[in-house]
């Protein structure tokens, strides 16, 4: 598998030479797309743009002809593709052809998820290379207080069973990362949430303050030393 061969390759280049020349217009295609599989979610996260404007926008999944339509133009020329935005990728029942016809054109395909939903043999099987876990508690009680509707036990089972079944199908991916979002109410559970991924076989653990864009009134910005954050906050 190589991510920057050919064409690939070719299009950098001239994206690249295209900025250094300050070009309006630029010689490349794009090299890295977002698409979002679905635009709802089964959880009601209090910040979510899919819960605050829920009504404003129509719900719905992308259509597996138009996201073949897409790569047939884009997917060449693709180096990275995340599959998610606002919504749960996992409630598009295409999502793992989505991810397999990706992979037919050497993408680095990511998926983010609260994993309250898919399927972890189809997971594994679709050839995913990077799983992100939005997990922001180490028990329930804290964790549901911004994953609204969320199950703890049954997200973390989920990735348990991912990580089983990579070691005995001998393959590394999909790359399990467990996401935390600070906020104050969970920053005294962010050490014992770090000790469950690593029992768990998580491959990396990122944490960082949640973004308070609106006032509620159980979501608060975390305060202290942890709101300092180089990398900015998280989504
Ligand atoms: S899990 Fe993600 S997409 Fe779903 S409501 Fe929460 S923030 Fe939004």
Not at 40 to 48: D, E, G, I, S
Not at 115 to 126: C, K, Q, R
Not at 177 to 200: C, P, S, T, V
Request: charged share 25%.
């Amino acid at each position: 598998m190589n991510f920057l061969a050919g064409k690939k390759l070719v299009n950098l280049v001239l994206v690249n030479v295209s900025r250094r020349l300050g070009l309006r217009r630029s010689l490349g295609r794009p090299f890295f797309m977002l698409i979002d599989p679905c635009n709802f979610c089964n959880l009601r996260c209090p910040l979510c743009i899919s819960v605050l404007e829920k009504g404003n926008f129509g719900e719905g999944f992308m259509p597996i002809a138009l996201y073949r339509e897409a790569l047939e133009y884009f997917g060449p020329y693709l180096t990275h593709l995340n599959l998610y935005n606002w919504g749960e990728p996992f409630l598009n029942k295409h999502i793992y052809e989505m991810i397999r016809l990706a992979k037919g054109y050497d993408i680095h395909v990511t998926i983010s998820s609260n994993l309250n939903a898919g399927e972890p043999a189809e997971i594994v099987d679709s050839g995913l290379d990077v799983l992100v876990c939005s997990l922001d508690g180490a028990t329930q009680a804290t964790y549901e207080k911004y994953r609204v509707k969320g199950n703890l036990e049954r997200a973390l089972a989920r990735a348990r069973q991912i990580v089983r079944l990579r070691k005995e199908k001998g393959v590394s991916k999909p790359l399990l990362i467990w996401q935390y979002l600070l906020f104050e109410h969970n920053k005294d559970e962010l050490e014992m949430a770090r000790g469950l991924a690593e029992q768990g076989g998580f491959d990396n653990f990122v944490s960082g303050p949640g973004h308070v864009w609106v006032e509620h009134p159980v979501i608060k910005p975390v305060s202290g030393e942890l709101s300092r954050n180089e990398k900015g906050s998280l989504q």
